[in-house]
């Protein structure tokens, strides 16, 4: 990734949004040749001079105070995940050769034998591993079942994770079958989510084929791509419309794996007595006969072959 053009577009994409008007500022004139704020208005709310916010905006971070991006988040009204997102490209910028190397080198995650206990004990509700590219590195049961169509989809890859942003924009039939009327709004989420992604990691090379090769197949992509929009994943609501079972309305929480840095675990849970809740029991011996019968029909073969 180009640290300092995503500095620059993160930088004047928000500037554009904010008018005079949601700013505070008195509009004089009639004839704005910016859709938002003028370079100097931003400046001057947040107390630097406009030759050190156009420097800013050039994607110049390297020794720029907490202070200084305290006031300019707060003169662009960023929104917690856009905040974290400055302080993640100025912490970049500002890092040493040393680190970059590290983060170019950094291999993929994985799931490691304990979390996947911890995946398996939870039987009774869908759960999955995830890094901050949108790979799942590793589910339960219910998990697996739940995303069947990303498992089963024509772009899914042998050999490497089920991707969601792969899955939203190369086959986008199946994810808006998957997804219903919320699925626009999900490959939006999945774009901000990437981007998020990108201001801590810019170096990470996996990321950055994921983008290229996103952008080169998908109009949609590259569009959303471009909008520089940025998102926490923590907790909300879905609706899967699966093929199996139809609609399950489920909450989820994200949990963050301290000792593994950039993966989380993401849990799904539905309403007790919903709708939902019974959709998730049927989805549970759909997946008893279903996905283990491959595994079963394996151990048969062998078993005929040492026979």
Same mark, same amino acid.
């Given at each position: 990734?180009?640290? +300092?053009?995503?500095? @620059?577009?993160?930088?004047?994409?928000?500037?554009?949004?904010?008018?005079?008007?949601?700013?505070?500022?008195?509009?004089?004139?009639?004839?704005?040749?910016?859709?938002?704020?003028?370079?100097?208005?931003?400046?001057?709310?947040?107390?630097?001079?406009?030759?050190?916010?156009?420097?800013?905006?050039?994607?110049?971070?390297?020794?720029?105070?907490?202070?200084?991006?305290?006031?300019?988040?707060?003169?662009?009204?960023?929104?917690?995940?856009?905040?974290?997102?400055?302080?993640?490209?100025?912490?970049?910028?500002?890092?040493?050769?040393?680190?970059?190397? @590290?983060?170019?080198?950094?291999?993929?995650?994985?799931?490691?034998?304990?979390?996947?206990?911890?995946?398996?004990?939870?039987?009774?509700?869908?759960?999955?591993?995830?890094?901050?590219?949108?790979?799942?590195?590793?589910?339960?049961?219910?998990?697996?079942?739940?995303?069947?169509?990303?498992?089963?989809?024509?772009?899914?890859?042998?050999? +490497?994770?089920?991707?969601?942003?792969?899955?939203?924009?190369?086959?986008?039939?199946?994810?808006?079958?998957?997804?219903?009327?919320?699925?626009?709004?999900?490959? #939006?989420?999945?774009?901000?989510?990437?981007?998020?992604?990108?201001?801590?990691?810019?170096?990470? +090379?996996?990321?950055?084929?994921?983008?290229?090769?996103?952008?080169?197949?998908?109009?949609?992509?590259?569009?959303?791509?471009?909008?520089?929009?940025?998102?926490?994943?923590?907790?909300?609501?879905?609706?899967?419309? #699966?093929?199996?079972?139809?609609?399950?309305?489920?909450?989820?929480?994200?949990?963050?794996?301290?000792?593994?840095?950039?993966?989380?675990?993401?849990?799904?849970?539905?309403?007790?007595?919903?709708?939902?809740?019974?959709?998730?029991?049927?989805?549970?011996?759909?997946?008893?006969?279903?996905?283990?019968?491959?595994?079963?029909?394996?151990?048969?073969?062998?078993?005929?072959?040492?026979?």
């Amino acid at each position: 990734m180009d640290l +300092k053009a995503e500095t @620059r577009e993160f930088l004047a994409t928000r500037r554009a949004r904010i008018t005079p008007d949601k700013a505070g500022l008195p509009a004089y004139g009639g004839n704005r040749r910016v859709p938002g704020l003028r370079r100097e208005e931003v400046a001057m709310l947040a107390g630097v001079s406009v030759d050190y916010y156009t420097r800013l905006e050039r994607g110049n971070l390297g020794g720029v105070s907490e202070e200084v991006l305290e006031s300019l988040a707060e003169a662009l009204q960023l929104d917690e995940a856009e905040r974290l997102h400055l302080f993640d490209l100025a912490r970049a910028a500002n890092a040493s050769g040393a680190a970059r190397s @590290r983060a170019r080198r950094t291999p993929a995650g994985s799931v490691r034998p304990s979390v996947q206990r911890i995946l398996d004990v939870m039987g009774d509700v869908p759960a999955f591993v995830r890094n901050g590219r949108l790979d799942v590195l590793g589910t339960n049961v219910l998990g697996r079942a739940l995303y069947a169509p990303l498992y089963d989809s024509r772009e899914q890859v042998a050999g +490497k994770p089920v991707n969601s942003a792969r899955f939203h924009f190369l086959d986008p039939d199946a994810a808006a079958a998957f997804f219903g009327e919320k699925s626009p709004r999900m490959a #939006h989420d999945a774009v901000a989510i990437l981007r998020a992604e990108a201001g801590k990691n810019p170096y990470d +090379k996996a990321l950055t084929a994921l983008v290229g090769e996103l952008s080169t197949r998908s109009e949609d992509f590259r569009r959303l791509w471009a909008s520089h929009d940025v998102r926490l994943h923590r907790t909300g609501t879905k609706a899967f419309h #699966h093929p199996a079972v139809g609609l399950l309305e489920l909450d989820y929480e994200a949990l963050v794996l301290p000792a593994d840095p950039g993966l989380q675990m993401n849990v799904y849970t539905a309403q007790p007595g919903s709708p939902s809740a019974d959709g998730l029991a049927l989805l549970a011996s759909w997946a008893a006969t279903t996905l283990a019968a491959p595994a079963e029909d394996a151990s048969t073969r062998e078993g005929a072959t040492d026979r």
